[in-house]
């Protein structure tokens, strides 16, 4: 088993889109990020790098590539999961913080989005929002958005074989 821990932060502006965990949300300002700025599922992405000790998201898809401008951070964690041939996604949990748009109506579908990413059941998914409680400056003032993701990874063995007394 590995546990894998992930964040992201952002600046939200107005005039761009905000999509969290690959659902589209109403609101007059989304993330200023070289990509589409989804912070779930960038925490998510940096999650499962670490679980599986393969880096982190600027090392894989770097702000400095314009390939990465402006696209679907689901597209980014398809590709991160092609890295993924010896490990099984057990579960993920996310936690987003946000102060001025109300994300209880979205959950499920962000749980949804997201297993059907994964390819995981959807009760191995867990979408958690919170607010900063008008504290801790941007966050608070509902100027950014924050997010947070835990992943546990099974090691996945095709077959177990004997070498000696032993099970490998």
């Known amino acids: 088993m590995r546990i894998g821990n ?10 761009r889109p905000l999509i969290i965990a690959g659902v589209t949300i109403p609101n007059d300002k989304g ?9 779930a599922l960038h925490a998510l992405i940096d999650a499962l790098l670490g679980a599986a000790a393969l ?11 314009e390939a990465y401008r402006n696209i679907d951070s689901a597209i980014l964690l398809e590709k991160t999961l092609s890295l993924f041939v ?7 949990d996310i936690t987003i913080v946000l102060q001025s748009v109300r994300l209880a109506p979205y959950i499920t ?12 059941p959807l009760s191995s998914v867990s ?3 919170k607010s900063a409680e ?7 003032t509902g100027d950014a958005i924050e997010a947070t993701a835990t992943v546990l990874l099974e090691e996945q063995r095709e077959s177990l074989e004997i070498e000696g007394d032993i099970w490998v």
């Open 6 to 15: 992930g964040w992201d932060i952002h600046r939200l502006i107005p005039q």
């Open 31 to 39: 993330a200023d990020a070289h990509s589409d700025g989804d912070a």
């Open 55 to 65: 880096g982190d998201i600027g090392t894989h898809f770097p702000p400095s590539d």
């Open 86 to 92: 010896e490990y099984r996604i057990v579960n993920v």
């Open 109 to 120: 579908s962000m749980r949804e989005r997201i297993s059907s990413i994964l390819q995981i």
């Open 127 to 129: 979408v958690k929002a």
């Open 134 to 140: 008008h504290l801790l400056g941007e966050l608070g």
